[in-house]
Each structure stands twice: as C-alpha cells, then as structure tokens.
C-alpha cells in the first residue's frame, strides 16, 4: 500500500465520498434536465391519433372507444 493512502484520514475519506456523491447527483440531474422524460399519452390520445393518421378504420375506432368508455369491472 502506497503512503498517500494511508495519510488520509477518515474525516477526508468521508469528504471523498461526499464529493464524488455531489458529483454523479450534479451529472445525473443534469443529463435528466437536458433530456427529460417524455409524457405518458392516455389510451383515448393515441386512439384518436392512430384514427386521424389512417391506421384504424372509422369502425375500429368505434369499437376500441366502446371498449375504453366501459367501466372497468375489475375491483381493487
């Protein structure tokens, strides 16, 4: 073991750690910022816009819509 190491003590090792703790938080919030999550679109966004770019029909979207209005039967 190197002498360096064994100059430190523990009050600098806990600093150490707190540094290194400082800065992954600071590169992990930062990158979170730059490239936030994109927002969850409920069922009835999608369906509309999957009928609006053609990919379902007009009888589809009637039946899938039925489908989402209908309460739900499972209970929590």
């Known amino acids: ?3 360096w190491c064994a100059q430190t003590g523990a009050g ?18 930062g990158v979170a ?6 927002p969850d679109d409920d069922s009835l966004t999608v369906l509309d816009a999957r009928l609006a770019s053609g990919a379902i029909d007009l009888q589809t ?3 899938i819509r039925a489908e989402l209005d209908r309460p ?3 209970s929590i």
């Open 72 to 74: 739900s039967r499972i």
């Open 1 to 3: 073991m190197s002498l």
């Open 33 to 38: 910022r730059l490239f936030p999550a994109r």
């Open 61 to 63: 979207y009637e039946r």
């Open 12 to 29: 600098g090792w806990i600093a150490m750690i707190a540094l290194w703790v400082l800065v992954v938080g600071l590169v992990v919030w």
